[in-house]
């Protein structure tokens, strides 16, 4: 059994608040979830109003399948409008 994480740190330059960011990265990780079988949080940054770090999680036994399905997560989260990607890192456990 292989446990696959990505984390993504994301900036949200539109958010003037903490209440704007919360909104931005609770649609983000509710689209995250309704598109991939994965599990996902956000897991640090959370008093900084315009950066999130969002831990994702999925479990596998191919390094292969699992290292493409969080890559089509970032490339998924390199598309949203509101949160731009800054940098991400896979790594397996």
């Known amino acids: 059994m ?5 984390e993504l740190r994301v900036l949200i330059r ?6 704007d960011k919360r909104r931005v990265v ?3 990780k509710g689209r995250i ?3 991939f079988d994965v ?6 940054l959370q008093d900084d109003r315009q950066q999130a770090v969002l ?7 191919d390094k292969r399948v699992l290292e ?3 890559e089509k ?6 598309r949203d409008r509101e949160a731009e990607l800054a940098d991400w890192e896979i790594d397996f456990r």
Request: net charge neutral; hydrophobic share 55%; aromatic share 2%.
């Open 2 to 6: 292989l446990v696959a994480t990505l």
């Open 68 to 70: 493409g399905a969080l």
């Open 39 to 44: 599990a996902v949080a956000e897991v640090d």
């Open 55 to 61: 831990g994702v999680a999925a479990i596998g036994n």
């Open 14 to 19: 539109g958010a003037l608040s903490l209440k």
């Open 26 to 28: 609770s649609s983000l």
């Open 33 to 35: 979830l309704s598109t």
């Open 73 to 78: 997560i970032v490339n998924y989260v390199r």
